[in-house]
């Protein structure tokens, strides 16, 4: 139990911290933090939360991850269920604090798309459904290398949950363009549900998409990187 709330945990600081700089400050007049602030946002809320509860359930907070981790031999199947539920409880509760937020301001009238991920029309950048299914299968199955490699046994020890910080900021200055960064299923549900347009009807490609990359990357270290 002490398991699953740490990823309810982590995961709502995750969408909390990501999800909210992205809706309240990157394009706030004249000091708006813009695409590298989010993207920091992101890296840094991973970053923290692997610090504070990592050592209770490894720090998943991400359905992918936790697939990811289990098809490179570091997860046991039996605890995925409760995990991903877990880590969408989180992101939904944290989606719908934001909305509590948001729904406050004086000049309120909808969401928008309240940091949701989609293609095509919905896509920041219009970019296409094939596009952004490649870039998140990439994405994903890289940053599942990251986190496996850098909490591999001979890696320097104390140092990953900066590494993975770090490669969840540099995916989204990559891909925020292109789908407003996924490689998160839960992160990306649990604003769909919120926004305003059809980000709900797009959302399967959010979970297909980083689920698969993330076991390819599992499998990759796992054939590759796993034995001297």
Known sequence: ??????EFFG???L???GCGSAI???AFPELGIGFLGVALAFGLTVLTMAFAVGHISGGHFNPAVSIGLWAGGKFEAKSLLGYIVAQIIGAITAAAVLYLIVSGKSDFNGVGGFAANG???????????????VAEVVLTAFFLIVILGSTNFRAPKGFAPIAIGLALTLIHLISIPITNTSVNPARSLSQAIFADGAYLSQVWLF?????AGAIIGGIIHKSFFEKE
């Open 1 to 6: 139990m002490k398991k699953l709330f740490a």
């Open 11 to 13: 995961t709502f600081w």
């Open 15 to 17: 969408v909390f911290g």
């Open 24 to 26: 309240f400050a990157a």
């Open 119 to 133: 293609y095509d029309a919905l896509s920041p950048g219009g970019f296409s459904m094939i596009s952004a299914l």
């Open 207 to 211: 979970w297909v998409a980083p689920i």
